[in-house]
């Protein structure tokens, strides 16, 4: 049975046989690192003909690592074990008399199975405010309990559990720029903290205080080590991480001609530069994925690159893909509807030459947005350069327009350029766009002929 205390059967007695003179410690005493106010304490630390002794509270043992029995027939036993808990200062606003008087206990004792003869012993188990008190000596304190034991007037008494093992769980990972406290698990669990160490193996990755607090600074392992005054220690592997915070995908423009085998590239941006893991997983459409960093795009129509990396961060990038002989024959289909509207023949746009001459004009419109051609000549030379006849011939050009519906629509609200869209001379209709690299703009052109 647990026992809070050893009970009188009687209270303290001024002139009884067994009673003795005490007071209280004229000297600071520390139990692992904690400072006892004996001043002030219902139960204070006392002191015996040059002894200090302890109040063997519920508490006070816990937090000594000791445990009491207590029997009418075998009285006190004391043993210490691996139980241990909080330390409770007992405090009390009555300020405690520097001395005072204690009975000798009269009941049997053991400690750690030894039975002590109490009435023999120079320094014997005394009663106090109905509590018994433990003899600090170094008889008990180092030989059965194990503690260290110091004692100086500078320093005072003071009492330590030593460590005899310590572990250190695997550290998580802590991002840099963080802090974490680290608390390793000391055996037994109510070993004294008081001089232990810390040191880290790379202070540019991570310094630790001497409380035991990390500071994350920089990306990398480094060895944490705690070590016991006594020599004991352990140690892990920290890291230091910096996880990714954006992710893009950059291309030079957001508009490519649809080519068969043509290569477009691509820059995967990982921040920041210091990133701990950087990889990232690509996900096309539209589009074949060839190596890191490049795309062959599938069809005209858009594309998509995403980047994903491992923390779940992502950029993503949408590209339109044109094919701009598509472009140009549905120019040529819409052309010819609102030729039909109107009553008009049918513009053929297999005239090849027509078609070569559309593309050139298309193409020297993003030098010169001009029917004049940028050698300063007249679009029609485009003709006569490849020798094309004609009989009679019209130009109509167009920039910026995003598709086909848009641009005949343009060219059917201008009066000139509905002119040649349905004049009844022409019989042929080529027609060509160009893309403008650096811009992404498009360029149109409709060359007629009759």
Sequence with gaps: MLVLASILPFANAAGAANEVAISLPSFPVTLNGTIVDSAYRQYPFIVYKDITYFPMTYYDCRFLGLET????????AIHKTDISGPYENYATNRRNSSTDRALVSEFSVSVNGTAIDNSSEDYPLLLYRSITYFPMTWRFCRDE??????????????????????????????????????????????????????SSSNEAVATISSSGMIRALAAGTTQITVMAPNGISAAATLSVIVPVSQVRVEMEQSRYRFETKETIRFNVIVLPDDATDKSVDIHVTNAELRGTNAIIPSSSGMASITATASNGLFGKIEIEIIDLDELAQEVVRLTNIERAKEGRSTLSGSVSLLNSASMTRATELIESFSHDRPDGRSCFTAFTDIELSYVSAGENIAMGYINPEKVVSGWMHS????????????????????LDDSSGRLYWVQMFIG
């Design 69 to 76: 029995d207590w029997s009418g027939e075998t009285g006190l």
């Design 145 to 198: 309990f194990g503690w260290d034991y110091t004692f100086s007037y500078e320093a005072g008494f003071a009492i330590n559990i030593p460590i005899e093992s310590i572990r250190l769980d695997r550290i998580e990972a802590i991002i840099k720029g963080e802090s974490r406290q680290l608390s390793p698990v000391l055996v037994p669990s109510n070993a004294s903290t008081v001089g232990i160490s810390y």
């Design 415 to 434: 009066d000139g350029h509905r002119q040649n869209i349905l004049n009844s001379s022409f019989s042929s209709i080529g027609v060509g766009v160009a």
